[in-house]
T-cell receptor, first 112, second 115 residues
Framework: NAGVTQTPKFQVLKTGQSMTLQCAQD?????MYWYRQDPGMGLRLIYY???????DKGEVPNGYNVSRLNKREFSLRLESAAPSQTSVYFC???????????FGSGTRLTVV | GQSLEQPSEVTAVEGAIVQINCTYQ??????LSWYQQHDGGAPTFLSY????GLEETGRFSSFLSRSDSYGYLLLQELQMKDSASYFC????????????????FGQGTTLQVKP
């Protein structure tokens, strides 16, 4: 099925553990994004990649790193998880600046 | 900086019409988008307005007035399945003059449709 695939869908981490959230799209989109969504706060941009080989920080990058592995894949890494990183994480891609985003189904992360 | 304001909740009756407003402040404007998100689901793209006026897509319409920094999403013939959160979004003008495609989202309006 065409779209954006995120793994895992659910994850529980202990404080200080690390993990990588995976995202892949098969629509040949140039741009990819990682957002987090917290209750009452909408969607906030963590990192983005305007094109293969480039990444840049968004509004809330602290505690995260990203890798644009190739045109299809854009991963988000938490090096040392903190309870404040408990959130729902969405990966998205777009064909260009005039087109809407296609979102993945999300990763629900709890840090205890 | 950039900011968007939209009501936190709206309630309407099945079959009715509802309007969800969005006002924005941004240093550079590249269009207003709308997304729908059902509870527990992912946001899905509804519409994009770059120019003033009304864009219609089935039961949903979106309006933009750039001079007023204002837009709205109009939902007609409401159905129970329209109960969801609706987000307006503008392009972040920082970094390459808005060419990165980064979006700034409002905090969302929860629409409850009652029978």
């Amino acid at each position: 099925n065409a779209g954006v695939t995120q793994t895992p869908k659910f994850q529980v981490l202990k404080t200080g553990q690390s993990m990588t959230l995976q995202c892949a799209q098969d629509m040949n989109h140039n741009s990819m994004y990682w957002y987090r969504q917290d209750p009452g706060m909408g969607l906030r941009l963590i990192y983005y990649s305007a094109s293969e080989g480039t990444t840049d920080k968004g509004e809330v990058p602290n505690g995260y790193n990203v890798s644009r592995l190739n045109k299809r894949e854009f991963s988000l890494r938490l090096e040392s998880a903190a309870p404040s990183q408990t959130s729902v994480y969405f990966c998205a891609s777009s064909e260009g600046k005039y087109y809407g985003y296609t979102f993945g189904s999300g990763t629900r992360l709890t840090v205890v | 900086g950039q900011s968007l304001e939209q009501p936190s909740e709206v309630t309407a009756v099945e079959g009715a019409i509802v309007q969800i407003n969005c006002t924005y402040q941004t240093s550079g404007f590249y269009g207003l988008s709308w997304y729908q998100q059902h509870d527990g689901g992912a946001p899905t793209f509804l519409s994009y307005n770059a120019l003033d006026g009304l864009e219609e897509t089935g039961r949903f319409s979106s309006f933009l007035s750039r001079s007023d920094s204002y837009g709205y999403l109009l939902l007609q013939e409401l159905q129970m399945k329209d109960s969801a959160s609706y987000f307006c979004a503008v392009r972040d003008p920082s970094g390459l003059g808005g060419n990165t495609g980064k979006l700034i989202f409002g905090q969302g309006t929860t629409l409850q449709v009652k029978p």
